[in-house]
């Protein structure tokens, strides 16, 4: 009888790895410092821009695949696969809002800053659609 893992299949993939990690450890004598960071990196809480696209669309998607490529020519980042979730050391926040920024959106929010207010400050997309309404 098959039994239902009800874990989380990110983590079940992480603890995978962990677990590879420490058969081909004891198998090859590595340091335990480097098991140390994995475990380390296992625990460490993940985030995701909040400038970026949550959904993507797919070929499987559309009907045709005319009316795909339509899509995609006109919404060329929501056909791109969803971007990974970084830890919190990696993403910037906004200066106004708090929102977290990846490295592309961070910089774009750095030359909205300086455009809409004149300084060296982080303006994320809402902020902007806020400065303009």
């Not at 603890?15 to 590595?30: P, T």
């Not at 960071?37 to 998607?61: A, M, V």
């Not at 490295?103 to 400065?131: F, I, P, Q, V």
Request: include cysteine; proline fraction near 5%; charge should be positive.
């Amino acid at each position: 009888m098959n039994t239902i893992n009800t874990m989380n299949t990110e983590n079940l993939g992480l603890k995978n790895i962990l677990l590879c990690y420490s058969f081909y450890k004891s198998k090859h004598n590595l340091p335990n410092v480097l098991l140390k960071n994995i475990g380390l990196f296992l625990q460490e809480k993940l985030y995701k821009c909040d400038d970026c696209p949550g959904i993507t669309f797919t070929k499987e998607q559309f009907k045709t695949e005319k009316s795909f490529l339509d899509f995609k020519k006109k919404c060329p980042d929501l056909c791109q696969p969803l971007p990974s979730k970084l830890p919190k050391y990696k993403l910037t926040k906004c200066s106004y809002c708090k929102n977290l920024l990846c490295y592309k959106h961070a910089t774009r929010a750095l030359h909205w800053g300086k455009h809409y207010r004149n300084n060296k400050s982080l303006m994320c997309d809402s902020c902007c659609w806020n400065e303009n309404s």
